[in-house]
């Protein structure tokens, strides 16, 4: 069997984030490093406190590092109300069994990229501020990166403004940073996380689990649904983040198309959008596999078997 792949998630949970981080954790594909934080659906203080309730709850301990709290350029976004006041609302969660690690995120991305026998596989599942930001800092290592594989961004139209996600609306100089780095990219855009619908046929199937963890799932996953209804209209709430992860556990799992991504800065109106050219008329290189198709069924599968194998 071919070793784990090791990987290191850096998210601001929320919801779909915190079940990135079940999926991380307990798929066999890949080795969670560790974490880190960044601001994005709640303050750098709210998500950082959330990942460390989550992996409390989950049985698992890897090193928490926090990160920005303020875009490359500009200062922190108001948090979106989707996630609530908590940026993790919906559940009782446990405190904290331990604390996070002294290192800032770009310290502790670089001290296990250089102590990992292997490249490292970076997830950002938030704004891309911690990322970037190591990037700059470390130029020496990333020869010592396999890929970076982002949910961010759309092939289509945004959510945070018309044009704009609002992992990249929240931080474009970051995005463009990473999306301009040559490092080989996986995005994960809103036109195919938007497959990943947490129905209620999905919310019934992990109940059925029956473990605290997945009772504690489904309450997260229904306030989530509910926000969602609320700010968006859509009946069922798409699980964004996990498939940014599922890609790398199963790259199969979507189908992609390499082609030429460009990070909007200037646009009056435009800002953050991602343009992705699927034409090619604009002559710039292809520099990202943009993920066009998802198998929902293999998805949602590969959720379950981990909320079950942490339970
Ligand atoms: O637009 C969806 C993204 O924004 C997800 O990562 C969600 O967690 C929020 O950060
Ligand atoms: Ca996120």
């Given amino acids: 069997m071919n070793q784990p792949i090791p990987v290191i998630l850096d998210c601001d949970p929320g919801h779909d984030d915190a079940m990135a981080i079940l999926l991380a954790a307990a798929n066999p594909a890949v080795e969670l490093l560790g974490i880190t934080t960044v601001s994005g659906n709640g303050s750098l203080d709210k998500v950082t406190y959330n990942a460390q309730r989550i992996c409390t709850l989950a049985g698992i301990a890897p090193p928490i590092a926090r990160g920005a709290n303020d875009p490359l350029v500009g ?4 948090a979106p109300t989707i996630h609530g ?4 609302d919906g559940a009782e969660l446990p405190e904290p069994a331990y604390d996070v690690s002294p290192l800032s995120a770009v310290e502790l991305i670089a001290e296990l990229v250089r102590e990992c026998d292997r490249p490292v596989t970076l997830i950002p599942t938030g704004p891309m501020t911690n990322i970037a930001s190591f990037l700059l800092a470390h130029p020496e290592l990333h020869s010592r990166i396999e890929k970076i594989s982002f949910m961010g961004g759309s092939v289509t139209r945004g959510n945070w403004t018309p044009y704009a996600e609002f992992n990249i609306w929240a931080d474009p100089e970051a995005a463009d940073v990473v999306l301009t780095s040559g490092l080989p990219i996986v995005m994960t855009g809103l036109n195919v996380s938007h497959m ?4 209620p046929e999905v919310l019934d199937r992990i109940d059925a689990l029956g473990t605290h963890l997945a009772t504690t799932c489904v309450d997260l996953l229904k306030f989530f649904a509910h926000t969602y209804r609320d700010v968006f209209g859509m009946p069922d709430p798409p699980l964004h983040d996990p498939v940014a992860v599922a890609c790398v556990i199963d790259p199969s ?9 460009s990070i909007e800065l200037n646009g009056t109106l435009t800002r953050g959008a991602t343009v992705v050219d699927v034409h090619s008329v604009t002559g710039r290189e292809a520099n990202v596999h943009v993920a066009m198709d998802l198998n929902v069924d293999r998805f949602w599968n590969m959720m379950m078997d981990s909320i079950r194998d942490l339970g």
């Fill in 196 to 199: 990943a619908l947490a129905t």
């Fill in 253 to 261: 799992i979507v189908s992609t198309e390499f082609l030429p991504v």
């Fill in 75 to 78: 200062k922190a976004s108001a």
């Fill in 85 to 88: 006041a908590s940026a993790l």
